[in-house]
């Protein structure tokens, strides 16, 4: 029980230490710097230095979990979520290396477990504390941003029923030329959908807004017997003024407004979990301010202090405006 007892106190000392951290970062990176070394060709030689490598690092991070279960308990270690990602992802490599090494064989599954590695590289956010209010941010405008986006879907809906009426049986250019071709038409709400989302892009609408003009160069609808019969009605094939009202209001709504609208509630919350990461900071400030003007008070750390002692704890601490003019009254 005592040497149970000595290794836990051990481990919680060597978790929290310094070196421990820098040393467990460095092997993620290099753990996923070490994931992209294979090649095609496969070298046979470097094929086995990386997986010995692989399974080292493996080992490592499951060792990392161990000790950290040792210095901080079963409980304290799961109810965190940053240790609750990093050991699933430790528990299933362990299980992939195992099985793997018993069965001799590389399965499609066990492939899958082991690219979750890659996702450990999230862990290097916890030491990079603007990098963690980016992500906290993004977590904290989901909801908001989720409502944004289905108010997009249903834009790129409406779009879609008025863009298959309208053009559906334009002319098509020759392929990669841009302009309505195969690949982006109105032929069907599929081609439709996916034509619009390219537009939402910004990729090469000016092109397919002057393929769907009447009576325009290359895609004139004059009476052409090499085409097929979709193309031969000279009274179907798009109109410059709906062309140009049809792209042009999608494009300016979609980019002025519904991507600002984005753009407006990410910043919100960005401002938010900036307030309150100074409101946190600021308290731990004060804390360890007064904690600091209590030890010049009772070095002993009695956890007690003279009644007349705290006019001077206070002026010491002195977190709010006033507070130091007590000394002088």
Known sequence: VVAWALAGAWAGVAVEERLFKVGINGCIAANVGLMSLRSFPSDSALEATVAALDTVFTVIFFLEMLIKLLGVGWRAYWASGWNTFDGTISVLCIVAVWVEAATGVTLPAITVLRGFRVLR???????????????????????????????????????????????????????????????????????????????????????????????????????????????????????????????????????????????????????????????????????????????????????????GALRDLLCDWSPLEGVGGLRAN
């Open 121 to 307: 590289v999230l862990r290097l956010v916890r030491s990079a504390e603007g990098v963690k209010t980016l992500l906290f941010t993004l977590l904290m405008s989901f909801p908001a941003v989720m409502n944004v986006s289905v108010l997009m879907l249903l834009f790129f809906l409406i779009y879609t029923s008025l863009g298959v009426p309208l053009f559906y049986n334009v002319r098509w250019a020759e392929e990669f030329t841009g302009g309505i071709n195969s690949f982006t038409n109105f032929q069907g709400f599929s081609n439709a959908f996916a034509t619009i989302f390219t537009i939402s892009t910004g990729d090469g609408w000016v092109g397919l807004m002057h393929s769907t003009f009447f009576d325009d160069g290359d895609y004139s609808c004059e009476l052409d017997v090499n085409l097929d019969d979709i193309y031969t009605d000279e009274s179907g094939c798009g109109s410059k003024v709906a062309g140009l009202f049809f792209f042009i209001s999608f494009f300016l709504l979609h980019t002025y407004v519904l991507l600002n609208m984005l753009v407006v509630v990410v910043v919100d919350s960005y401002a938010t979990v900036q307030q309150g990461t100074a409101r946190s900071s600021s308290s731990g400030k004060s804390i360890e301010a007064f904690a600091e003007a209590w030890r010049r008070l009772d070095p002993a750390m009695t956890g007690k202090i003279p009644i």
